[in-house]
């Protein structure tokens, strides 16, 4: 846990979820591991109040797992949870590309293909953090532009479940195909083709589900 770092004394809340979200997300707080809010408040520098409402919300994120006067512990990653997560996610994507597409400008774009480019040679690299951060970038850019803040939510909420299992598949080795997916994507938002560019988002988040499916097979 030594990703665990103090945390500035604002937003302690949010900044608590996020440091232990990203920690379970990471792998380094594991699948099964009991978590207590006294041990995580003086890792974090912290009360044990906002450790408390993270855990809550990691909670109903389906992250941590609590039993009353007894536990709190990591999930762990259930292949059925995360293709349902992606069929979410993925249906959430696919709306705010089809609203975005008309919408994008150049700089959006631009901020598109750089993310790219990011993601391919983290790829490469064997670089998983900056794999995922670059391809939440890429994304995040139609979200942005589409404005919806339901989608938008429902895309933050889920994501991480979805994220658990791709670390570990990197981490295996496992290859990666959205790089080619998100240069069609790409194309077809600059070209202003909307039903494309929903289609290769569909195509996307397809491949988080067979990568659910192929998990449980193992």
Same mark, same amino acid.
């Given at each position: 846990?030594?990703?665990?770092?103090?945390?500035?004394?604002?937003?302690?809340?949010?900044?608590?979820? #996020?440091? @232990? &979200?990203?920690? @379970?997300?990471?792998?380094?707080?594991? /699948?099964?591991?009991?978590?207590?809010?006294?041990?995580?408040?003086?890792?974090?520098?912290?009360?044990?109040?906002?450790?408390?409402?993270?855990?809550?919300?990691?909670?109903?994120?389906?992250?941590?797992?609590?039993? /009353?006067?007894?536990? #709190? &512990?990591?999930?762990?990653?259930?292949?059925?949870?995360?293709?349902?997560?992606?069929?979410?996610?993925?249906?959430?994507?696919?709306?705010?590309?089809?609203? !975005?597409?008309?919408?994008?400008?150049?700089?959006?774009?631009?901020?598109?293909?750089?993310?790219?480019? &990011?993601?391919?040679?983290?790829?490469?690299?064997?670089?998983?953090?900056?794999?995922?951060? !670059?391809?939440?970038?890429?994304?995040?850019?139609?979200? &942005?532009?589409?404005?919806?803040?339901?989608?938008?939510?429902?895309? !933050?909420?889920?994501?991480?479940? @979805?994220?658990?299992?791709?670390?570990?598949?990197?981490?295996?080795?496992?290859?990666?195909?959205?790089?080619?997916?998100?240069?069609?994507?790409?194309?077809?938002?600059?070209?202003?083709?909307?039903?494309?560019?929903?289609?290769?988002?569909?195509? @996307?988040?397809?491949?988080?589900?067979?990568?659910?499916?192929?998990?449980?097979?193992?």
């Amino acid at each position: 846990m030594e990703a665990l770092r103090p945390v500035p004394r604002t937003l302690l809340r949010d900044r608590a979820y #996020t440091a @232990i &979200r990203d920690a @379970i997300v990471a792998g380094d707080i594991e /699948p099964g591991a009991v978590v207590r809010d006294a041990e995580f408040a003086e890792r974090l520098g912290l009360s044990r109040a906002p450790v408390r409402e993270a855990f809550a919300r990691l909670v109903d994120e389906g992250l941590l797992e609590s039993k /009353p006067q007894s536990y #709190t &512990r990591v999930t762990p990653v259930v292949a059925a949870e995360v293709r349902d997560a992606a069929a979410v996610v993925g249906a959430m994507h696919e709306l705010v590309t089809r609203v !975005a597409v008309p919408r994008l400008r150049d700089s959006d774009l631009d901020e598109m293909r750089v993310s790219n480019v &990011r993601f391919a040679g983290a790829v490469q690299a064997g670089d998983v953090d900056e794999a995922l951060r !670059a391809d939440d970038d890429l994304h995040d850019v139609l979200v &942005r532009v589409a404005g919806n803040r339901a989608a938008a939510a429902t895309v !933050a909420r889920y994501t991480p479940l @979805i994220r658990r299992l791709e670390r570990r598949r990197f981490g295996e080795g496992g290859s990666c195909r959205s790089a080619g997916l998100h240069e069609r994507l790409i194309e077809a938002c600059a070209a202003g083709d909307t039903d494309a560019a929903v289609r290769v988002t569909a195509d @996307i988040w397809r491949t988080l589900s067979d990568l659910a499916d192929a998990d449980a097979t193992d």
